[in-house]
């Protein structure tokens, strides 16, 4: 069978309504159990990696974790995608992101993201289009984000449910249709009431708060947007707001902290209690909280 590219993947879930889920390593021995749980469900999936995870969390580096892939991957269930290299950091600090990114795609990264969403509008736009360009000869679709996707950052979470009343945030449609426009990115990451998981030593054991979804506002940013959403915080969403994010354009959604969690409880008792833990938590995820299984076969048959 030919090997689709993401790129493909991901319009075609976007036009059938289908979400690909995108699932964080930020320990190695996670990608085996994932690997193993997409298969054994029949479900597609991106491995994925931030570059936090290769400083705050276990993942070492973006070529161990590739390396690792190479191991474990599946290309009728599985692709490999470089998760937020931000322009500026959870700390504040400046990344080289083009080059990062660049290292990525020399890896053999199959789809990109780059976070200018601390940065102000036409900052944003300059600095995702700089990698949109750097992305041309490898022929690799990028990820940009748009909005205030918070937890990420140290320090306490304002209250959920005034942050979700205000809108405060949020990604504003007509800023979005002239995002893509502008910098010509493939995919958006939009903020409409999900937040990170945090990952701050000291909360980072934390229960996730059940999100909402404002759907009124994605319809309205997916009627201009013109490309494949993304949804960054997609532990603990509340289901019925993700079933109807699906349907209205939400093409990719992140999942790192339903799965991390069980793996750093497991380790607490071995590496393969974590990973029994990683590959229980994926099933759930999978059959209850997605409902994705089976879609390897739509989007790759
Ligand atoms: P959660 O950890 O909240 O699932 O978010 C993951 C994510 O969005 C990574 O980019």
Redesign the pocket.
């Known amino acids: 069978m030919a090997y689709l590219s993401t790129r493909a993947i991901v319009d075609k879930a976007w036009r059938m309504g289908i979400v690909v889920p995108?699932y964080?390593v930020p320990h190695l021995p996670m990608m085996e159990p994932i690997v193993r749980a997409l298969r054994d469900t029949g479900s597609f999936g991106l491995i994925?990696v931030?570059r936090l995870e290769t400083v705050k969390f276990k993942a070492e580096s973006f070529a161990r974790i590739a390396g690792e892939y190479e191991k474990f991957k599946d290309v009728g269930f599985t692709r490999l995608h470089l998760?937020?290299v931000p322009v500026i950091d959870e700390d504040g600090l400046r990344i080289d992101y083009v080059e990062e990114i660049t290292e990525a795609m020399k890896l053999g990264y199959e789809s990109v993201?780059v976070d200018g969403s601390r940065l102000p509008f036409e900052e944003n736009v300059e600095a995702t289009r700089r990698v949109v360009e750097a992305a041309k000869s490898f022929d690799v679709p990028v990820e940009g984000e748009l909005g205030a996707?918070i937890?990420?950052e140290a320090g306490p979470m304002p209250p959920y449910e005034e942050l979700f009343a205000s809108g405060k945030g949020f990604t504003d449609p007509r800023e979005a249709a002239d995002f893509v426009k502008k910098s010509n990115v493939d995919w958006l990451?939009v903020a409409i009431g999900?937040?990170?998981?945090a990952?701050a030593p000291g909360r980072r054991d934390d229960k996730?708060i059940a999100a909402r979804l404002n759907i009124e506002h994605l319809k309205k940013i997916n009627e201009v947007a013109g490309a494949p959403l993304v949804?960054?915080?997609?532990?603990?969403i509340q289901k019925e707001y993700l079933r109807e994010a699906f349907k209205n354009g939400i093409a990719k959604?992140?999942?790192?902290?339903?799965?991390?969690q069980p793996y750093e409880k497991g380790l607490e008792e071995s590496v393969e209690k974590g990973r029994e833990l990683v590959y229980a938590a994926m099933i759930d995820v999978i059959k209850n909280e997605l409902g994705v299984e089976g879609t390897a076969e739509k989007l790759l048959g």
């Not at 999900?194 to 998981?197: I, K, R």
């Not at 949804?231 to 603990?236: D, F």
């Open positions: 995108a964080n994925q931030a998760d937020h993201m996707v937890g990420h990451s999900n937040f990170h998981g990952v996730k949804l960054h915080g997609g532990s603990g959604l992140n999942v790192g902290t339903n799965i991390r």
